[in-house]
């Protein structure tokens, strides 16, 4: 048995009570407790708690649109050279538990433990790994359910994957591919076992009005903080639906409707959605927008705590210089060189 399943079978439950915390302190004493035996662990595990610190600085001073410290950039592409070093000698190692599944793929680690697989849903060996994953990564906190194009999602996928968030620690789930769609949102959304999400991310899911709907009215999601909805059509019946997301979703701060169809029109009436006001950022990127569609979401008075993100490129070169400067000054970037594009 390797050193990570040792640890695992012991002490799942404790291991996810220390990650489910955003303070380091408790993680880092777990690192001091185990360098003894475990030095590269223990080391892996600071290397990724301090590396999450500085990229929360990094990302803070691009929204402000300043620059980062020299030393600061120097640490952090030191670090990122060591974490890449400890993953090429210890990654099969660490990932061993979850390789025996052909269906999992693309592990990613975070504060010293694995915390995201991409699981296939169409193989057919999916239900078995799924079922199985709340003992052989008891450290997730994300996972992507694909499914790729052509397939669809098979009726009883969505209950295998509400069975696994009952029995697990992940607050982050995504869905990929359009053979999803609205019936199994609908079941997905309706039940208790969401009731701990974070982040849902739905891009490219196949959603429509229906879809979106069962999302802003479901009982069960109080928790969530990011919706990512990008890539579905929601036309113009979507978009009424998500006059109701601030009921449902109070504690909603990052919504994502890039490329959803959003015309002016939708633009003009949702900007003018009290609950809006509740958001962190929206981004409205990829729609067909004019100027009167962009600028509904920056007027004077109007969503200002709200990051909007759009790239001004996709307007007509003799109105982008306006545009540009006034979601600059909505989003607070002083560099006028920064321009309101995604960051």
Not at 91 to 97: G, P, S, V
Not at 141 to 146: A, K, M
Not at 187 to 200: F, I, N, P, W
Request: with cysteine; net charge negative.
């Amino acid at each position: 048995m390797n050193m990570i399943t040792s640890i695992m079978a012991m002490l799942p439950n404790f291991l996810r009570d220390l990650l489910s915390q955003s303070d380091d302190g408790p993680l880092l004493e777990h690192a001091r407790m185990v360098e003894l035996q475990h030095p590269d662990q223990a080391r892996f595990i600071r290397v990724q708690c301090q590396l999450q610190q500085l990229e929360a600085e990094i990302e803070q001073a691009s929204k402000q649109g300043r620059d980062i410290a020299l030393e600061t950039g120097q640490i952090y592409s030191q670090l990122q050279e060591e974490e890449k070093d400890l993953l090429t000698k210890h990654e099969a190692e660490w990932t061993a538990e979850i390789r025996q599944y052909p269906a999992v793929r693309n592990p990613r680690f975070a504060r010293g433990f694995l915390d995201h697989i991409t699981l296939d849903a169409s193989d057919l060996d999916a239900h078995r790994a799924i079922e199985d994953l709340p003992h052989t990564a008891p450290t997730l906190g994300s996972v992507s359910f694909y499914l790729p194009p052509g397939a669809k999602a098979p009726p009883d996928l969505i209950e295998h994957v509400l069975r696994y968030l009952a029995n697990s620690g992940v607050d982050r789930l995504r869905l990929e591919g359009e053979g999803w769609g609205d019936n199994a949102i609908r079941t997905l959304v309706g039940s208790e076992h969401v009731q701990k999400l974070k982040s849902l991310f739905l891009s490219d899911c196949g959603i429509g009005p229906d879809g979106v709907k069962a999302i802003v009215q479901s009982p069960q999601l109080n928790q969530l903080e990011t919706l990512d909805l990008a890539g579905n059509s929601l036309s113009e019946n979507g978009f009424s639906a998500l006059a109701e997301f601030s009921l449902a979703l109070p504690a909603l701060r990052h919504l994502d409707l890039s490329n959803t169809g959003m015309l002016n029109e939708e633009a003009q009436s949702l900007a003018g959605i009290p609950g809006l006001s509740q958001l962190s950022v929206l981004d409205i990127g990829d729609n067909p927008l004019s100027t009167d569609g962009v600028l509904a979401f920056v007027q004077p008075g109007r969503l200002p705590n709200t990051r909007i993100d759009f790239d001004s490129e996709d307007l007509p070169y003799h109105v982008r210089g306006t545009v540009e400067s006034r979601l600059n000054q909505h989003n607070g970037i002083q560099d006028p060189s920064a321009s309101g594009r995604k960051r």
